[in-house]
Nanobody, 116 residues
């Protein structure tokens, strides 16, 4: 059974940094595309960053140059390093896993709040 568990969220001041982690259970992690999405109150869930099997990455324009997605296949974990955080980055951040069969799995989310 596939499970995704996010961690690392919290309260940070503008300009600060956080590192999110998403630990995946189940087999096949190394051949799955992984991604981070976020959802602010009253808004739709939006893509933040994705990373493919071959470590190709894609970022939303709003986070380019500030956020970095990476993966450690030995640990079945994907990370999101977030620097120069802004109040508009405040949201619940979700981890997404897409299997080689196209099955989609979501984590439970972790809250990130950027405020002084």
């Amino acid at each position: 059974q596939v499970q995704l568990v996010e961690s690392g969220g919290g309260l940070v001041q503008p300009g600060g940094s956080l590192r999110l982690s998403c630990a995946a259970s189940g087999s096949g992690f190394s051949v799955n595309t992984m991604g981070w999405y976020r959802q602010a109150p009253g808004q739709q869930r939006e893509l933040v960053a994705t990373i493919t099997v071959g470590n190709s990455t894609n970022y939303a324009d709003s986070v380019k140059g500030r956020f970095t997605i990476s993966r450690d296949n030995a640990k079945n974990t994907v990370y999101l390093q977030m620097n120069s955080l802004k109040p508009e980055d405040t949201a619940v951040y979700y981890c997404k896993r897409v299997s080689h069969l196209g099955l989609v799995y979501w984590g439970q989310g972790t809250q990130v709040t950027v405020s002084s």
